[in-house]
């Protein structure tokens, strides 16, 4: 394999998770997830809305933690 198929390959990969990603954040955001949480600040200007979602990134950060841990620990056995 050529140094281009690998590259070609993470490409995609990268593509993918970056759509699913993408995905998943416009559906926490249509159910009202996203901003939601208490820990999460919003600022709110005329023509002009920032959210950062603290709570929400811890959480999602420990369940993805669990979840690849629990994968990881499957692919090696």
């Given at each position: 394999?050529?140094?281009?198929?690998?590259?070609g390959?993470?490409?995609?990969v990268?593509?993918?998770?970056?759509?699913?990603?993408?995905?998943?954040?416009?559906?926490?955001?249509?159910?009202?997830?996203?901003?939601?949480?208490p820990?999460?600040?919003?600022?709110?200007?005329?023509?002009?809305t920032?959210?950062?979602?603290?709570?929400?990134?811890?959480i999602?950060?420990?369940?993805?933690?669990?979840?690849?841990?629990?994968?990881?620990?499957?692919?090696?056995?």
């Amino acid at each position: 394999m050529s140094g281009w198929d690998t590259a070609g390959k993470i490409s995609i990969v990268a593509g993918g998770a970056l759509m699913l990603i993408g995905a998943l954040l416009w559906l926490g955001s249509k159910i009202g997830l996203v901003g939601k949480l208490p820990g999460d600040i919003v600022i709110e200007r005329p023509g002009l809305t920032c959210v950062f979602p603290l709570a929400t990134s811890i959480i999602v950060s420990i369940v993805l933690t669990i979840v690849l841990n629990i994968v990881a620990r499957l692919l090696r056995r």
